[in-house]
C-alpha cells in the first residue's frame, strides 16, 4: 500500500538493443524504417547477435578507429581488444564498412541496409533472411529506399548533352523491355515457357540468387 505523500514515478523502459539499433540505422541517408509487423527486428537479428548490435550502436556513418569507437563505452563495458575482435568479425559477416588507414589502422563505419549490408550477404544468403528482406521491402523500406531525399545514385553527363526528349528507364523499365525482346527473338533461342519462367528469370537479373529464393 502506497502511503499519502509518496509518489511512484514511472519511468519509461528503454527499447530493446534490436529497437534501438534500428532506429540508429534509420538516421542514414537511406532509412530503416519501423513496420507495424516488426519484421525488421527479425532481420537485425539474422544479422547481429545482442553483443554485436550494442557494438553497431556505437558507429558513425564515417569511417573512424577502434580507439575513437572504444571511448564510447563505459568504462570496464568491453576490452579495446575484444571490441576490434567483434568489429573484425561484424565486418567479415558484411554487416559493417571498414576501411584501411595507414596511420590509424583500419577504421570502421555502420552501413545502410541497401546499397550496403544486403548485398554483402550475397555468399551467405538464408532463405530466411531473403523472405525477410523481400517482405521488409514490401512494407516500408522500398519506400523508403526510393523517397530518401539523398540519394544514392543520379545520373551526371559528362562532356555530352542529354536533351529533354531523351528518357532515361528506370530497371524495371529496361527488364520489361528484354522480356518483350526475348519473345520476340528465334525460337532457337528458347524463350521463357511461361510468366513464372519469365519472372524468375527477372528475378535472376535484378537480385540473382536472391530472386530464384524468393519464389520458393
Do not use: W
Request: hydrophobic share 40%; net charge negative; proline share 6%.
Amino acid at each position: 500500500m502506497i502511503s499519502p505523500g509518496y509518489c511512484r514515478i514511472l519511468l519509461p523502459m528503454e527499447p530493446d538493443v534490436y529497437r534501438q539499433l534500428q532506429r540508429h540505422l534509420d538516421q542514414m541517408p537511406v532509412p530503416f524504417p519501423e513496420t507495424e509487423s516488426g519484421v525488421e527486428i527479425s532481420l537485425l537479428k539474422q544479422l547481429f547477435d545482442e553483443t554485436e548490435a550494442n557494438i553497431a550502436l556505437k558507429l558513425s556513418a564515417l569511417p573512424e578507429s577502434v580507439d575513437r569507437i572504444f571511448g564510447r563505452f563505459k568504462e570496464g563495458e568491453i576490452t579495446k581488444e575484444h571490441l576490434k575482435e567483434k568489429l573484425e568479425g561484424l565486418f567479415d559477416k558484411g554487416a559493417i564498412m571498414a576501411v584501411p588507414n595507414e596511420k590509424k589502422g583500419r577504421m570502421y563505419s555502420k552501413l545502410m541496409l541497401a546499397i550496403g549490408i544486403f548485398e554483402h550477404q550475397v555468399d551467405r544468403i538464408t532463405k530466411e533472411l531473403a523472405e525477410d528482406f523481400f517482405k521488409y521491402e514490401d512494407e516500408g523500406f522500398a519506400d523508403a529506399f526510393l523517397t530518401a531525399k539523398t540519394k544514392q545514385m543520379c545520373t551526371i553527363p559528362v562532356n555530352v548533352k542529354i536533351d529533354p526528349e531523351f528518357l532515361i528507364s528506370t530497371y524495371d523499365n529496361a527488364c520489361t523491355t528484354e522480356a518483350i525482346s526475348l519473345l520476340k527473338r528465334d525460337k532457337e533461342s528458347i524463350p521463357p515457357k511461361d510468366s513464372k519462367e519469365m519472372y524468375k528469370k527477372m528475378l535472376m537479373e535484378r537480385y540473382g540468387v536472391l530472386g530464384t529464393l524468393k519464389l520458393m
